[in-house]
C-alpha cells in the first residue's frame, strides 16, 4: 500500500483548541491543563484513505500574535490548512477571516482549506452561528466542520474530509496529466 505524506498546519487564535484537537487526532487524548504552544509543534499519525496510507506532517502552530510571523514557515509547502475558531468567541472567527485572506495571498495556490469550529460541547454559550460559519467556508470554498477535542467529536472526521478531498483532487490532476501526455503525443 502506498503511503502519501500530506502536510498540514493548525492555525489560528490562542486558546482555540488547536494543540487538543491535534493531541484528540493522535494520541485520542484531552488534557485539561494543556500550555501554550510556543512556536509550533510536531506530529504525525497514519491513516488509511482508499487504496493508499496518508501520514499526516502535522504543524501545530502557536495563535498568539507574537508568533503570527513564524506562521509562513509552516503552512508553506502545506496540502492543508485547517484554521480552528472558537464556538463560543465571535472574535475567534473574525481571526479566522485573515488566516483564509493570508493564506490566499501568500499560501500554497492548491491548499486545501479546512474550518474547525471547535468546542462544540459548549454549545449552550456559543457566539458564532454554524449557519453563519457554514456559509462563510461554502463562501470559500473550504470544508466546514464542528468538533469538540474534549468529547472527541468529529476530530477523526475532520482529517478523513481533508484525507477524502486530497485523494479526489490527486486522482483528477493524474488523468489530467495522464490525458495531456496522450494529447500531446497525438498532435
Same mark, same amino acid.
Given at each position: 500500500?502506498?503511503?502519501?505524506?500530506?502536510?498540514?498546519? &493548525? =492555525?489560528?487564535?490562542?486558546?482555540?483548541?488547536?494543540?487538543?484537537?491535534?493531541?484528540?487526532?493522535?494520541?485520542?487524548?484531552?488534557?485539561?491543563?494543556?500550555?501554550?504552544? %510556543?512556536?509550533?509543534?510536531?506530529?504525525?499519525?497514519?491513516?488509511?484513505?482508499?487504496?493508499? =496510507?496518508?501520514?499526516?506532517?502535522?504543524?501545530?502552530?502557536?495563535?498568539?500574535?507574537?508568533?503570527?510571523?513564524?506562521?509562513?514557515?509552516?503552512?508553506?509547502?502545506?496540502?492543508?490548512?485547517?484554521?480552528?475558531?472558537?464556538?463560543?468567541?465571535?472574535?475567534?472567527?473574525?481571526?479566522?477571516?485573515?488566516?483564509?485572506?493570508?493564506?490566499?495571498?501568500?499560501?500554497?495556490?492548491?491548499?486545501?482549506?479546512?474550518?474547525?469550529?471547535?468546542?462544540?460541547? =459548549?454549545?449552550?454559550?456559543?457566539?458564532?452561528?454554524?449557519?453563519?460559519?457554514?456559509?462563510?467556508?461554502?463562501?470559500?470554498?473550504?470544508?466546514? %466542520?464542528?468538533?469538540?477535542?474534549?468529547?472527541?467529536?468529529?476530530?477523526?472526521? &475532520?482529517?478523513?474530509?481533508?484525507?477524502?478531498?486530497? &485523494?479526489?483532487?490527486?486522482?483528477?490532476?493524474?488523468?489530467?496529466?495522464?490525458?495531456?501526455?496522450?494529447?500531446?503525443?497525438?498532435?
Amino acid at each position: 500500500m502506498a503511503i502519501r505524506e500530506l502536510k498540514v498546519c &493548525l =492555525l489560528g487564535d490562542t486558546g482555540v483548541g488547536k494543540s487538543s484537537v491535534v493531541c484528540r487526532f493522535v494520541q485520542d487524548h484531552f488534557d485539561h491543563n494543556i500550555s501554550p504552544t %510556543i512556536g509550533a509543534s510536531f506530529l504525525t499519525k497514519t491513516v488509511p484513505c482508499g487504496k493508499e =496510507l496518508h501520514k499526516f506532517l502535522i504543524w501545530d502552530t502557536a495563535g498568539q500574535e507574537r508568533f503570527h510571523s513564524l506562521a509562513p514557515m509552516y503552512y508553506r509547502g502545506s496540502a492543508a490548512a485547517v484554521i480552528v475558531y472558537d464556538i463560543t468567541k465571535m472574535d475567534t472567527f473574525q481571526t479566522l477571516k485573515k488566516w483564509v485572506k493570508e493564506l490566499k495571498e501568500h499560501g500554497p495556490e492548491d491548499i486545501v482549506v479546512a474550518i474547525a469550529g471547535n468546542k462544540s460541547d =459548549l454549545s449552550d454559550i456559543r457566539e458564532v452561528p454554524v449557519k453563519e460559519a457554514k456559509e462563510y467556508a461554502e463562501s470559500i470554498s473550504a470544508i466546514f %466542520i464542528e468538533t469538540s477535542a474534549r468529547n472527541a467529536v468529529n476530530i477523526e472526521e &475532520l482529517f478523513q474530509k481533508i484525507s477524502k478531498y486530497l &485523494l479526489k483532487k490527486y486522482i483528477v490532476a493524474f488523468y489530467c496529466n495522464y490525458y495531456m501526455t496522450r494529447i500531446k503525443k497525438c498532435c
